[in-house]
């Protein structure tokens, strides 16, 4: 079982990026998804996470109005649009995945890392000013 991410590269402040998650050797279609990241001399933090259904979105306050997560669960794949990107967005960027499928959590949980059985090996995203 692996989660890719890819999409990270060099942008410049107040640009767009998107990442993609791509799963590879079971579907996680049913299962929560979430996006983490680790600055430079930083612990990996929250970003962003959406429930098993879909129907239901969380995001870090620092990222909140600017950054969208979805999915494709036909490509089995999910997505962090990132806008008006910041300098302080500069960090290696992972994809996590819930083992369990459609189990629903307090919204606090969501920005556990314990929460996620299945983490891919991130794509660094760095935003020059």
């Known amino acids: 079982v692996q989660l890719q991410a890819s999409g990270g590269g060099l942008v410049q402040a107040g640009d767009s990026l998107r990442l993609s998650c791509t799963a590879s050797?079971?579907?996680?279609?049913?299962?929560?998804m979430g996006w983490f990241r680790q600055r430079p001399g930083k612990e990996r933090e929250f970003v962003a996470a959406?429930?098993?259904?879909?129907?239901?979105?969380y995001y870090a306050d620092s990222v909140k109005g600017r950054f969208t997560i979805s999915r494709d669960t036909g490509k089995n794949t999910m997505y962090l649009q990132m806008n008006s990107a910041k300098p302080e967005d500069t960090a290696v960027y992972y994809c996590a995945a819930d083992g369990a499928a459609r189990r629903t959590y307090q919204a606090n949980n969501y920005r556990q890392r314990g929460l996620y059985d299945y983490w891919g090996p991130g794509t660094l995203v760095t935003v020059s000013s």
């Open positions: 050797g079971r579907t996680f279609s049913n299962n929560v």
């Open positions: 959406i429930s098993w259904s879909g129907e239901y979105t």
